[in-house]
């Protein structure tokens, strides 16, 4: 339906994460890569806020339309010295459906009226940086599963369990970080039994510190499949971010817009959050 090309998009954000900055950063809500090379023992984020996604297309139901995320918390502690847990979901999701193609599984009466709701992923991760150090190259892991939470007849999620497995690079100077995550995600096939489809992971992000209290990042983040036939409620997702934190005392303030690289995902998007911070910077 929709969508300008998105190569020119993707080569203009490469070449921004490429270009020279100043500035750092530790944990943060809602991130496309967690710097987890920067965290302390006892770090502590508690935070939530709002997502709006405009053109957001579910081919497990065949709705697409306007999705409002209330609630999207996170949580996360630093279990040691660049050690983090993380959790991370929607309290509740809204979609407000522009288009519904003949649904290839049955869906409750609500989703076929022009609106539904669910409870959105939750996520559970650990990241760890054991290579190098806060300053100059780090590298570690990630792993995360996202758990069932959904259902699938509300047409919003796939109800699967999901596991992510990554590799994490990260460069700090005094006033930026530059960190890139790539690996593998094992995503459970919704609509086949005993059918998964393991998705190319990707992500890379660059946060500047302009002042003493604000965070500027620039990152791309989503999944690409491996297969030539895509199992349902699988496809590929992927976004463009730009976004920025303001500190007040132990309280954060972040917005953020994003712009769809798939066409899957939302076409635009916008997240607002606040955050309860212990431990940073």
């Known amino acids: 339906m929709r969508r ?10 490469g070449t921004l994460l490429c270009t020279p900055v100043s500035g750092n950063g530790q944990g943060r809500r809602d991130p496309a890569v967690q710097p987890v090379a920067e965290v302390k023992a006892g770090t502590l984020l508690l935070g939530a806020g709002l997502g709006w996604g405009s053109d957001r297309s579910f081919p497990l139901s065949g709705l697409e339309g306007n999705l409002l995320s209330v609630g999207r918390f996170t949580l996360a502690y630093g279990l040691a010295n660049r050690v983090l847990l993380e959790v991370r979901g929607d309290v509740w ?5 522009d288009e519904a193609d003949p649904p290839p599984i049955p869906l409750d009466a609500d989703a076929l009226d022009g609106r539904t709701g669910d409870v959105g992923d939750f996520r559970i991760g650990l990241l760890f940086a054991p290579i190098g150090g806060e300053r100059g190259f780090s590298a570690g ?3 995360e ?7 699938e007849a509300k047409g919003i999620g796939p109800n699967t369990t999901d596991i992510r497995l990554a590799l994490l690079g990260s460069y700090g100077a005094p006033r930026w970080r530059a960190t890139v995550s790539l690996g593998v995600g094992i995503l459970e096939a919704p609509f086949e039994n005993f059918e998964q489809n393991d998705v190319l ?9 302009p002042g003493p ?3 500027l990042a620039l990152a791309l983040d989503g999944r690409a499949s491996t297969r030539d036939r895509i199992p349902l409620g699988t496809e590929d997702l992927g976004e463009a ?9 132990r309280w954060v303030l972040d917005l953020a817009l994003t712009y769809g690289l798939v066409e899957d995902s939302s ?9 309860y911070t212990k431990g940073e910077r």
Do not use: C, F
């Open 4 to 13: 300008t090309p998105r190569l020119a998009w993707i080569g203009a954000l």
């Open 93 to 97: 999701q809204t979609l407000w459906v």
């Open 141 to 143: 892991a990630h792993m």
């Open 145 to 151: 599963v996202k758990l069932p939470n959904s259902n």
């Open 201 to 209: 992971l990707y992500s890379a992000e660059v946060l500047y510190r």
């Open 213 to 215: 209290n604000t965070r």
């Open 241 to 249: 971010i730009i976004g920025g934190d303001y500190r007040l005392g």
């Open 267 to 275: 076409e635009w998007g916008v997240r607002l959050g606040w955050a």
